[in-house]
């Protein structure tokens, strides 16, 4: 059935694609990676003509009308991009992050750059872009699991030395439960809000650990509180029967359902439509948490990408039949750094993503790994230090933001030395944990988003970034040609 219905949507796309060239491009990313603020200023910078000399159709002045229109998924919820570029530019704050699924339809008409096709008609493409949580995709290794093998995974990585303190509150509720007792609700909620406030705090600054199925529990969407997202792992034996209505058995039917009415439909209603992929990564909030949360993020973008690769024999490896040709792994907030420091981190990412990237390319799939930032809230400098110059970077901190003790007030400009990354980050991270632990923390506030900016011209006003055009060519330029 799962294949039936997929196959359906499949043609439907298809044959619409016929008469109205679309490209259905999935942004994902762990929470607060900056898929929102990435499909802001791309639709920003592509409706109002911004400056990005690296997409080629661009630079060649090619590119004609662009225009927002309704969406192909009526159920799907719109990306409220118009909130969230007045949030930016009026009250020059982030916009809300994503919390589900939404999806916008951007609209390019442009010039093809061969003169035959030209001859012909004009082209037009509408870019069908879909923002969704990268904790969704954790879930898809679940579906090879039955509730015990899941229980036991989970409770495992519960125990470990960097997440067992965090744990402790859940860990403690949950073996006070008598596994063949008849289940009750009250007690079930309990515990299952307490697995869930274990996962979210293993995400917060001091821990940002990433590795953290269910994604449900971090991620809601539209179904908090529902049966399916009531449950927690339990200690029971594989294999074992457990009475009807206790504990074991209805926490594992519940998981089951959480599978089927929640993971399934994800993959096969949207997921497996994508064409292309954008995977935001923000390293340096791990790098500063220390060398546990680095190994979990790798861990975590392993998992992501295997999505995108699965294998044949699997659920997912047999629904796929159209498959994303290009993948861009792009490391964000790159303007937290000077630019000396972009090509470190674009080969740390490399090195957090390589052996699942090799994977995907190796069944021919383009991928690419940059350091990017959809909108740079800092300019470069440099200042003299005992004879010494140090790159810096000049921004404005939120309110409320510290650096060495000073609070600042959301209006004072300053300096920022962002500190370095190693310098060969492959044999630094490679040679294990002591040269990450002994790397000097990073100065990372959270800057004020900018204006707008001019161009060379003085014409055009647009909101400024770091290598999002050469995003765009990666996910777009070729059909733009
Ligand atoms: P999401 O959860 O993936 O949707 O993350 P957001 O797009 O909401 O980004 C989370 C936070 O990261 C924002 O509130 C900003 O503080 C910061 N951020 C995201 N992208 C950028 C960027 O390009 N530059 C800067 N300076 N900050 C960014």
Same mark, same amino acid.
């Given at each position: ?20 060239? #679309?490209?259905?491009?999935? /942004? ?10 990435? $499909? ?7 409706? @109002? ?36 570029? !007045? ?25 093809? *750059? ?14 069908? =872009? ?34 067992? &303190? ?49 994604? !449900? ?10 049966? *399916? ?9 594989? %294999? ?10 209805? @926490? ?42 680095? +190994? ?7 998992? $992501? ?26 490391? #964000?907030?790159?303007?937290?750094? @000077?630019?000396?420091? @972009? ?9 957090? /993503?390589?052996?699942? /990237? ?10 690419? /790994? ?8 800092? +300019? ?12 810096? =970077? ?7 933001? !510290? =650096? ?5 007030? %959301?209006? #004072? ?26 790397? &000097? ?34 996910? $777009?330029?070729? !059909?733009?040609?």
């Amino acid at each position: 059935a799962d294949e039936a219905r997929y196959a359906l949507d499949n043609l439907a796309d298809r044959t619409a694609e016929l008469f109205h060239p #679309t490209l259905r491009i999935g /942004v994902t990313g762990l929470s607060r990676a900056g898929k929102t603020v990435f $499909i802001t200023a791309l639709v920003h910078n592509l409706l @109002h003509g911004g400056r990005l000399p690296l997409l080629n159709a661009q630079a060649e002045g090619r590119i004609g009308r662009t225009y927002l229109e309704e969406q192909p998924d009526d159920a799907v919820p719109r990306f409220q991009y118009e909130e969230h570029v !007045r949030t930016i530019l009026e009250d020059r704050q982030w916009p809300q992050s994503t919390r589900a699924i939404s999806e916008l339809r951007l609209t390019i008409e442009f010039q093809s *750059a061969s003169g035959w096709s030209r001859l012909f008609s004009a082209g037009r493409i509408s870019l069908d =872009i879909v923002d969704y949580p990268g904790e969704w995709l954790l879930d898809l290794p679940l579906l090879d699991k039955d509730f015990a093998a899941f229980s036991q995974e989970s409770l495992e990585r519960a125990s470990l030395p960097q997440r067992s &303190a965090i744990a402790s509150p859940f860990l403690e509720m949950m073996r006070q439960i008598d596994l063949a007792a008849p289940a009750d609700e009250v007690t079930s909620q309990r515990l299952s809000a307490s697995f869930a406030d274990y996962l979210r705090r293993c995400r917060e600054d001091d821990a940002a650990l990433s590795t953290l199925a269910p994604g !449900r529990f971090l991620m809601p969407g539209d179904l908090e509180g529902s049966p *399916a997202l009531t449950f927690a792992p339990l200690p029971v034996t594989p %294999g074992a029967e457990y009475p009807k209505n206790s504990f074991a058995a209805v @926490h594992a039917r519940r998981y089951e359902a959480y599978k089927t009415v929640v993971v399934k439909p994800f993959f096969r209603e949207h997921f497996a439509r994508l064409d292309r992929q954008i995977l935001l990564v923000d390293a340096m909030q791990a790098i500063n948490a220390g060398p546990d949360a680095v +190994r979990d993020l790798e861990t975590a973008l392993t998992d $992501i990408l295997t999505c995108f690769r699965p294998g044949r024999a699997s659920w997912l490896g047999g629904l796929l039949t159209r498959r994303v040709d290009r993948l861009l792994v792009a490391a #964000t907030k790159a303007d937290h750094l @000077h630019r000396e420091s @972009h090509r470190r981190m674009e080969a740390i990412v490399r090195r957090l /993503v390589n052996s699942a /990237v090799q994977r995907a390319q190796f069944s021919g799939a383009q991928t690419e /790994v940059i350091a990017m930032a959809a909108v740079r809230a800092t +300019r470069e400098a440099s200042v003299e230090d005992h004879g010494e110059r140090l790159p810096v =970077i000049v921004g404005t901190p939120l309110m409320g933001e !510290r =650096i060495a003790g000073k609070l600042f007030d %959301g209006e #004072t400009e300053t300096a920022i030395f962002p500190g370095d990354l190693p310098k060969d980050p492959a044999a630094l991270l490679a040679a294990g944990d002591e040269a990450l632990a002994s790397m &000097a923390p990073l100065t990372f506030v959270r800057f004020k988003p900018p204006r707008l900016e001019k161009d060379e011209s003085g014409l055009t006003l647009s909101l400024p970034h770091i290598r999002l055009d050469r995003a765009l060519q990666f996910l $777009i330029g070729d !059909r733009l040609a």
